[in-house]
């Protein structure tokens, strides 16, 4: 019985490249890992790495600020433990989760154009983020990809 990726746990059940598995898991630990910080940093993360100056903020508004952070970061959570379960259980929806992935990022970039966030500097996730759309897209060309069939060496 062959053990590979997509047969008995993991992968992509068959369907689908491998590297289209494996490319989801580190945008499911990032995902999972920028919650974290928007869920338990001080600032949420706001200031200290967005740059959006919370200290030029009333009390109230830069609280208001941090909470929605806080917010955004239990959002992340809950879509990080949907992307570990796409990845360890529903392999066939890991096509949904770079469509999905791609409908985020382009959305940020378009809500951020619309309703522009003021920054000390540009933060380093604007920058990163660039990535996401093309990661979505090679990923979700990846797990939509027939793979080829593993040949049985003793076949005659």
Known sequence: MCNRIGTERGGLGGRGHPLGYWLFVPVTVLTIGRSLVHLFAPDGGAQSIAT?????????????????????????????????????????????????????????????????????????????NLVFPLIGAVGLWLSTRRSVPATDEHAG
């Open 52 to 128: 959006i100056p919370l200290d030029r903020m009333t009390q109230g508004g830069a609280e208001g600020v941090i909470g929605v952070f806080a917010l955004w970061g239990l959002s992340q959570l809950l879509l990080g433990f949907v992307y570990v379960a796409v990845l360890l259980r529903f392999t066939n929806l890991l096509p949904l989760m770079y469509l999905l992935l791609i409908v985020e990022y382009v959305g940020r970039f378009a809500i951020g154009a619309a309703k522009p966030v003021p920054h000390l500097s540009t933060p380093p996730g604007a920058t990163a």
